[in-house]
């Protein structure tokens, strides 16, 4: 078999298989760590630049109609979802390796890309997802709030040192620590610059409308 652009095998594909994707708390994928020069066992010949995805004899791992089994271990508290419907490839280049899927669960969609060359960046997008306290560390937690129902679109970019996105959250139920009577009808814009956060909210408790801005420079951009 000839090479193509330095592969052996230009592509795999499967339809309907059972994968494991999980994120450490350095937000390390464990399909990166599978193939990177450190744990591939293959010598790497001296350059200038050597990326994790030059050993790998393969150009692209994709997969159809997946179920997936998804595992964030980055935050207090680990996120974990398991999707159906999902596609997606792993992509390994001479520059780097890259993986994105999307999957559904309960009619929200969940899309997660990653791309690992001189350093990581991410990016999780989640459209009309149920809300609850452990999936909304993406966007914004208190340790003083709790969610218990609701719909959010959640779009995040995240790289070393760099954490940006907004989160948008539609007919939301909370409750804040020390009150009895929860907040419904929640609706909230919440904006993320790095350290700085911006939440604009309308909700409603015992029948009176309320309005809630509130920004914030964090000493740290998680803030779960």
Do not use: C
Not at 36 to 55: C, F, H, M, P
Not at 203 to 220: N, R, V
């Amino acid at each position: 078999m000839g090479l193509l652009n330095g592969k052996i095998i230009k592509e795999i594909s499967a339809e309907n298989p059972l994968i494991y994707v999980t994120l450490d708390k350095n937000w390390k994928v464990n399909f990166v760590k599978l193939f990177s020069k450190e744990q591939s066992g293959l010598r790497v010949k001296k350059q200038k630049k050597s990326s994790d995805g030059i050993n790998v004899p393969i150009g692209l791992i994709s997969v159809k109609d997946a179920r997936l089994v998804y595992q964030d271990f980055h935050f207090e508290r680990p996120i974990r979802k398991d999707l159906t419907d999902v596609n997606g490839y792993v992509s390994f280049e001479d520059s780097g390796i890259s993986l994105k899927f999307s999957g559904n669960d309960n009619g929200g969609v969940y899309e997660y890309s990653f791309e690992k060359k001189d350093e990581y960046s991410m990016n999780v997008k989640l459209k009309n997802v149920e809300i609850d306290d452990v999936l909304m560390q993406y966007s914004f937690s208190s340790k003083y709030v709790e969610y218990s129902e609701g719909r959010a679109d959640i779009d995040i970019d995240i790289s070393p040192g760099d954490y940006t996105g907004y989160a948008n959250l539609r007919n939301g139920v909370a409750r804040y620590k020390g009150l009895e009577d929860d907040f419904h009808s929640v609706n909230a814009e919440i904006l993320l610059e790095g350290r700085n956060i911006q939440i604009s909210s309308t909700m409603k408790i015992e029948d009176k409308q309320l309005e809630f801005f509130w920004t914030k420079k964090t000493k740290s951009m998680f803030w779960a």
